[in-house]
């Protein structure tokens, strides 16, 4: 990250210069065509027999100047490509062309592997909504995509467009048809889309009161989850007259509302359609952003000290990667012993009084045919230790 913000520092700074440029070139070339045309005027209400022998030495003049504003513009312009190349040093300077040695295995060491991915990007770009991408990715790589693989996909997007569109009518009626399944996963989609809708009528005004009153029937069914959020939208009710712009519920207006709704539909169709609340592909490419600049770092050391095989170990990096919060997907767990995080091949196990350690370290502690806890001072035969699953 901190190499594209460099980057895109001169990125500006070039972009700055351009428009200094483009100033001065146009003031410039204003200022000679206003005295061109004083000039013109000059000699054209000159006597036919006078003659302009006098205006000469302005004409020079005037000559001079046009060169002298020409070379400087010349010369501004000869610094641009200066800064503009500088971007590619810069580029040069801050990213790796080669990124290819970080990776410890082949990216698709099989023709499984490389279907797998390109599912996933046949995916992103249906989540994206960019259908014909996708189907075109989908023939060139021969994937068997059916049209009940894409469904889901295509309804998310045709309602998500309407609800960009401010057109709730598709999103209710989804959410109506999977109404049961909201409920099982605890989703407030069906109430917030009401609660829109019902916002949306009160705007209209007195007119439309009544039929306000007739859709609030709508929030019995979430009475019970709801009723602050449902005794506010009443009080609002009073308030359809007069308008709520000018109320104490005026709030109930924030336009946010409508992006909310569209983070809440997309991040809960997903959930009851099976489907992660976030593209596979997106969440990958993240993360290997964020890793990739400290990955680079260590292989530089490591070419140094000539330390062969570290970035060979496909179950974990030599090196902690720092993820935000909204890119952990499983729960972790590290050996307090070794101070390592377990792995399928060296799993958590719990010992017979409670506390976890790695396999690895169970098998360091094993004294004869016992093991020590090395917390408490309960020991205990190696086979009596558990797996453990997160």
């Given at each position: 990250m901190e190499s594209c913000l460099n980057t895109e520092k001169d990125v500006d700074k070039v972009l700055a210069k351009f428009s200094n440029y483009k100033r001065q070139y146009e003031s410039s070339l204003q200022q000679l065509e206003d005295q061109l045309n004083s000039l013109k005027s000059e000699l054209l209400q000159l006597p036919s027999e006078e003659p302009i022998g006098k205006h000469q030495a302005m004409l020079t003049?005037?000559?001079?100047?046009?060169?002298?504003?020409?070379?400087?513009?010349?010369?501004?312009?000869?610094?641009?490509?200066?800064?503009?190349?500088?971007?590619?040093?810069?580029i040069d300077k801050n990213f790796d062309a080669d990124c290819s040695s970080v990776i410890p295995a082949p990216f698709c060491p099989d023709p499984q592997h490389e279907k797998l991915l390109n599912q996933a990007?046949?995916?992103?770009?249906?989540?994206?909504g960019q259908m014909l991408v996708a189907e075109d990715i989908s023939k060139e790589a021969r994937l068997d995509i059916g049209?009940?693989?894409k469904r889901p996909f295509v309804e998310i997007n045709e309602v998500l467009l309407s609800l960009m569109e401010r057109n709730l009518e598709p999103a209710l009626e989804w959410a109506d048809r999977n109404q049961s399944s909201l409920r099982e996963k605890g989703s407030s989609l069906g109430f917030l889309l009401h609660r829109l809708k019902?916002?949306?009528?009160?705007?209209?005004?007195?007119?439309?009161?009544?039929?306000?009153?007739?859709?609030?029937?709508?929030?019995?069914?979430?009475a019970h989850e709801h009723s602050k959020e449902i005794q506010t939208l009443m009080g609002a009710l009073l308030y359809a007259r007069q308008g709520l712009?000018?109320?104490?519920?005026?709030?109930?207006?924030?336009?946010?509302?409508?992006?909310?709704?569209?983070?809440v539909f997309a991040r809960d169709?997903?959930?009851?359609?099976?489907?992660?609340?976030?593209?596979?592909?997106?969440?990958s490419f993240t993360a290997g952003c964020t890793a990739l600049p400290a990955l680079i770092a260590i292989k530089s050391v490591i070419e140094q000290r000539q330390c062969t095989g570290v970035l060979n170990d496909k179950d974990e990096l030599p090196i902690d990667i720092d993820l935000s919060a909204s890119q952990r997907y499983h729960s972790v767990f590290a050996c307090p012993i070794l101070r390592q995080q377990t792995t399928e091949s060296n799993p958590p196990m719990r010992l017979v009084c409670g506390h976890v350690i790695s396999r690895d370290a169970l098998h360091k502690l094993i004294t004869g045919s016992k093991v020590k806890c090395p917390y408490c001072p309960t020991v205990q035969a190696p086979n009596s230790a558990r797996r453990v699953f997160f």
């Amino acid at each position: 990250m901190e190499s594209c913000l460099n980057t895109e520092k001169d990125v500006d700074k070039v972009l700055a210069k351009f428009s200094n440029y483009k100033r001065q070139y146009e003031s410039s070339l204003q200022q000679l065509e206003d005295q061109l045309n004083s000039l013109k005027s000059e000699l054209l209400q000159l006597p036919s027999e006078e003659p302009i022998g006098k205006h000469q030495a302005m004409l020079t003049q005037y000559n001079k100047k046009i060169k002298t504003v020409g070379q400087k513009m010349s010369a501004s312009h000869k610094e641009l490509h200066g800064s503009v190349s500088r971007i590619g040093k810069t580029i040069d300077k801050n990213f790796d062309a080669d990124c290819s040695s970080v990776i410890p295995a082949p990216f698709c060491p099989d023709p499984q592997h490389e279907k797998l991915l390109n599912q996933a990007i046949c995916e992103h770009y249906f989540r994206q909504g960019q259908m014909l991408v996708a189907e075109d990715i989908s023939k060139e790589a021969r994937l068997d995509i059916g049209d009940e693989w894409k469904r889901p996909f295509v309804e998310i997007n045709e309602v998500l467009l309407s609800l960009m569109e401010r057109n709730l009518e598709p999103a209710l009626e989804w959410a109506d048809r999977n109404q049961s399944s909201l409920r099982e996963k605890g989703s407030s989609l069906g109430f917030l889309l009401h609660r829109l809708k019902f916002i949306e009528t009160l705007k209209i005004g007195r007119a439309a009161q009544n039929e306000a009153i007739i859709y609030s029937r709508k929030f019995q069914a979430y009475a019970h989850e709801h009723s602050k959020e449902i005794q506010t939208l009443m009080g609002a009710l009073l308030y359809a007259r007069q308008g709520l712009a000018n109320s104490p519920y005026s709030t109930l207006l924030n336009e946010q509302n409508w992006d909310e709704i569209c983070a809440v539909f997309a991040r809960d169709s997903c959930a009851v359609l099976g489907l992660p609340a976030n593209s596979p592909l997106l969440a990958s490419f993240t993360a290997g952003c964020t890793a990739l600049p400290a990955l680079i770092a260590i292989k530089s050391v490591i070419e140094q000290r000539q330390c062969t095989g570290v970035l060979n170990d496909k179950d974990e990096l030599p090196i902690d990667i720092d993820l935000s919060a909204s890119q952990r997907y499983h729960s972790v767990f590290a050996c307090p012993i070794l101070r390592q995080q377990t792995t399928e091949s060296n799993p958590p196990m719990r010992l017979v009084c409670g506390h976890v350690i790695s396999r690895d370290a169970l098998h360091k502690l094993i004294t004869g045919s016992k093991v020590k806890c090395p917390y408490c001072p309960t020991v205990q035969a190696p086979n009596s230790a558990r797996r453990v699953f997160f």
